[in-house]
């Protein structure tokens, strides 16, 4: 069954520091999204994108943060500058259709120090 | 507000059946039923959806009784690999560009 992708699977680095997560949806989805789950707490839904541009956003997805598809196959997240609280699980997940269930990725771990 | 309830954690034992029940007594007409499912250290999964009656796949049953206020997932004859969040969504919990996770019910097998 195919599958997202995501690499690394653990990023470490310095605050203030930038730093891109990098996603291959499956590769006839059309629509791609970020999430995030800080330790111990609920999934919670960062961006989507569709048509190569943001469709929806959430109140996390701040300045600090951008998305790309850079070409045909990968997705990334980038945050701009590090801060602590950006430690967390970033999920990636894509759907085929609007109305199909998204697949999601096994994460990157990113730990800021 | 959140539009569904459901247990914070069970226990239950290999080999057992497993039934996760989803309290949405606010279910607008249109609205179908998701459940989602997450190992630890993975993402999400998609389990199944129903919008009444009775779904079945290979991985569980969803059922919803005529009113639809509430729903069950089951799940036969777990395993141990079976330890996972199990997450109830409702409508546009889980509509097209986003999903919006609550809690979900940590469901422990034992052996």
């Known amino acids: 069954e195919p599958e997202v992708t995501q690499t690394p699977s653990h990023q470490v680095t310095q605050m203030g520091q930038e730093v891109i997560l990098r996603c291959v949806p499956i590769?006839?989805?059309?629509?791609f999204y970020w999430y995030r789950q800080i330790l111990g707490q609920k999934v919670e839904f960062l961006v989507s994108?569709?048509?190569?541009?943001?469709?929806?956003k959430s109140e996390i997805f701040d300045d600090q943060f951008s998305v790309e598809r850079p070409d045909g196959s990968n997705f990334t997240l980038k945050i701009r500058s590090t801060k602590l609280e950006d430690s967390a699980m970033y999920f990636c997940a894509s759907s085929d259709t609007s109305n199909q269930p998204q697949h999601f990725g096994d994460g990157t771990r990113l730990s800021i120090l | 507000l959140a539009k569904t309830t459901q247990p914070i954690s069970m226990d239950s034992y290999e080999g057992q059946e497993v039934n996760i029940t989803c309290s949405h007594n606010?279910?607008?007409?249109?609205?179908?039923i998701t459940w989602y499912q997450q190992f630890p250290s993975q993402g999400p999964r998609f389990i199944i959806q129903?919008?009444?009656t009775k779904v079945t796949n290979e991985v569980a049953s969803l059922f919803i009784p005529a009113d639809r206020k509430s729903s069950t997932l089951s799940l036969p004859r777990v395993s141990l690999s079976d330890t996972a969040v199990y997450y109830c969504l409702v409508g546009d919990e889980a509509r097209d560009d986003k999903i919006i996770f609550g809690k979900g019910t940590r469901l422990h097998i034992l052996p």
């Open positions: 590769s006839n989805h059309l629509y």
């Open positions: 129903g919008y009444k």
């Open positions: 606010n279910i607008a007409t249109n609205d179908y």
């Open positions: 994108f569709y048509n190569n541009e943001i469709s929806e």
